[in-house]
Every structure is written in C-alpha cells, then in structure tokens.
C-alpha cells in the first residue's frame, strides 16, 4: 500500500479521491444549510398561520369557556395560556410579533416579552453534512419568543412560539447511504488513475526498456490525442537514436578495421630495417596502434546491440571467466555464488567482466572477485592490490582515452578504453557499475546485475 502511494497513480488518486470528498462535503454543507433556511422560513410561516389561528379562534370563545379551549389547543410548538400579570415587556416589536399584529387587526394589542422561553436555549435536531452522521444537535436559528396578547376584551394571554419538537425516528441505518456514496467515490477516482497514469506507466516502461535495448519494438500508438502523439514522437527519437549509434558504431568499426591492413604492412616492412635500437622502437609503437586499433574494435562492439538476449547463468560465466584468467597466469579468485540467471548478452557479459580483471591485474597484480545475492540483483566486486585511484579521478576513468599514466606502454598506462567498454556494456543491461578505494587498500569494481528471473 504504501508502494502504491509512492507511485504517480497513488498520488493522482488520492488527490482525485480528497479532492472529490472535499466538493461533496462542501455541497451537502451548502445544501444542509439551505435546507435549514428553508426549514426554519417555513416553520415561522407555519407558526404565523397556526398563531393568528388559535389567536383568531380564542377571541371568539367566551371567556368561561377559553381555559378549556385554550388547554386543548395549545398543543405542539404553539402554545397560549392565560398570562397573570403582565410584566417584562419590550419596548419594541419583534418582525414576528409586528407581523402577527398587522394581520390580526387593531382589536388585538401584542408587545413582546423580554423573557424568552427555556426551550429557545436547549439543544434542538438538526442535520449534519454528512448522512452517516445522521440528525445531530444544535440550537434552533428560527422563531422561538414569547408575546404577550390583549385580547378584545382585556384578557391577557402568553403565547410562546416554541422550537420544533424531536422528528420520529425513520428506522434506516445511516451508513446504507454513506458506504455506497464513498464506494463509488473511490472506484471513480481508480478508475480515472489508472486511465491517466496507464499511458505515461507505458511511456516510462519503454524509456527505460530504450537504456538497455535500442532495439526494442516502438511503442504501439492508441489512447487519447496527446499520447498518441507522444508515443509518435517516442518512437521517432527512438529511430533517429538507433540509426546515430549504429552510423557512429559502423564508423569506427571501419575505420579500426581498415587501419589493420597498413599496420600489418608496417609490421612487415619494419622487419628490413637494420638499425636493432630503432626497429624496437617502431615496433612498440606499432604494437600500442593495433591495440588501440583493436580496443577500438571492442568499443565499436559494446555499442552494438544486434546479439539477442538470452538467459545467462551468472555464477556458470563468473566461474569460466576467472578460470580463463587463471589459466592465461593471472592471479585470480572467486568468493561467492550469485545463484541466479538473469537476461543479457553472453559475448557482451563476458568482455565486461574480463576487462574488468584485466585492469584488476595490470594495475594491482591480482584480482579478488567476490559475488553475493541480494534482493533483486546480483552484487559482483572485483579488488585489486594497487594504490587506488585518487578520489577526484574516479568518475573521470570512466571517459574514453582517459588515462592515470601518460605512458604508451600496454603493461601500465594502456589506451583507456577498457572501464568505457565495461560501462557501456553494464548500462545496456540495467546494471551498475562503479569504482571506490577499498578501506585495505586497493581499488574496489563494484557490479550490480538486475534478477530477471528467480533463483535456482
């Protein structure tokens, strides 16, 4: 769960679904409060009729009779009683009081009381925003006074406009209303997630699946207007990528191959010179321009992604590379079992993993090589025995041509090529590969391999 919340489409729906459920709660609290308006407007107009009613009624009835009447009609959130004395009057009329005396004539004298009834102060139903919360309480905004009445013929009576009385129960559970709503909230904010995140998931997948394979088939266009355009536009750089690297691939293959030509010509031809000393020196010279002609070729080659992926047993090509070295006198060992196959290119893997012990070798005269399995990958280490390499130095070894010594000579400084050709072929695979100075001494080569299947 929270993977999924880490993700954009965890992110899109969670705001889909916040922000859906704030609009909801802000339209059934506009709503609600204008139902209460409307409530507590027709409730005053109700209590005005029911008022001038009784009031209307209880001027006609004799007075033996009225106590009788008025104890029978007094019924409700509209009552009138005889008042005994007549005390506590406002100055003013209230708008209901000055209403109900203009529609009750002149033969009726109403003055508003100063008291106020104790039920206008106790808690009254009211209802919330939301159903599930059902009816709460509150103090009721409407009519609620007490009035005190002459009657024609000197009377005086108190009539008190009361809040309205608890409403009956309805017998439905709350939450059969609320639970749906919430239900339908959420599978529409998925859904639109999904539908908005589903194409750019795509489009990630398939920038990331370009890093390790320029040759994996485009993206199939569909969806809305602006993906698809987007898928187009993909799919176009991922052509003109494509047709860069292998004109620039198939450059430098031709040019290294063609050079093979003359300087086997050079190598012959220095054969007649006669001078001892200065043939020695032509010939190592020649030597260092057909390695270089030949890492060249190797450079060319771990840009060249035409081999087909398979599965690699890596614990299997670990164990042949380091017997090869062995056997060709270099002083290696192997730690460790990654017991995992993952997805790559064997030849490429494999020329990875030797030049990185070459340069283990050539640099600090032995290479130990350990690997383990952790979640998800597989972490292969190669350490030399040498001096390391300067700190501020150790992202510039992986540039082509790039070299610690200045020397030409194949045993120290090399051509420079071996950590790019490593590099390039690490990436086109998902993997990692990076340098450190070991704590006890030497430089450390650390390799990271993706798991694309599951272990043995």
Known sequence: MKSFFRGMTGRVFLVLMLGILASAALTQYLAVNERQRTLQRYRDY???????????????????????YLRVASMGAIKLEV?????????????FAATLSNRLGKEYTLRSLLERPDACERPTPTYTAFPVFGAGTGIWRGTCESLAVTMPDGQHLKLSILP????APTGTNEYVTFVPFLLSIAVLA????????????KLADAAKNLGQDINHPPIKLGGATEIRTASAAFNAMQARIRQHIAQRTEMLAAITHDLQTP?????????????????GKLLEDLSAMQ???????????????????????????????????????QQVDLKGRAAMDMMGRPLDIRRCLVNLIDN???????????????AGSSTVRIRDEGPGIPPGQLAQVFEPFYRLETSRNRSSGGTGLGLTIARNIAEQHGASLSLANHPEGGLEATLVFPEFYAGK
């Not at 309205?164 to 409403?167: A, E, G, K, L, S």
């Not at 007649?272 to 200065?278: M, T, W």
């Not at 005269?365 to 952790?374: D, K, L, T, Y």
């Open 164 to 167: 309205p009385r608890q409403p």
């Open 83 to 95: 008042l005994g004395q007549l005390s506590g009057v406002s100055p003013q009329l209230s708008e």
């Open 46 to 68: 109700f209590a005005l009729e029911r008022a001038e009613q009784i009031i209307s009624t209880a001027g006609v009835v004799l007075p033996d009779s009225r106590n009788q």
């Open 190 to 201: 998925y859904l639109v997630a999904r539908m908005t995140m589903g194409p750019l998931n």
């Open 291 to 329: 390695q270089m002609v030949k890492e060249g070729l190797d450079l060319a080659r771990s840009m060249d992604t035409t081999e087909a992926m398979q599965r690699v047993d890596l614990d299997a090509l670990l164990d042949s590379v380091c017997s090869d070295a062995a056997d060709a006198g």
């Open 360 to 374: 283990a070798v050539k640099y600090g005269q032995r290479a130990h090589v350990s690997v383990e399995r952790q």
């Open 263 to 279: 300087l086997t010509r050079m190598r012959l031809r220095l054969e007649k010179v006669q001078d001892a000393e200065l043939q």
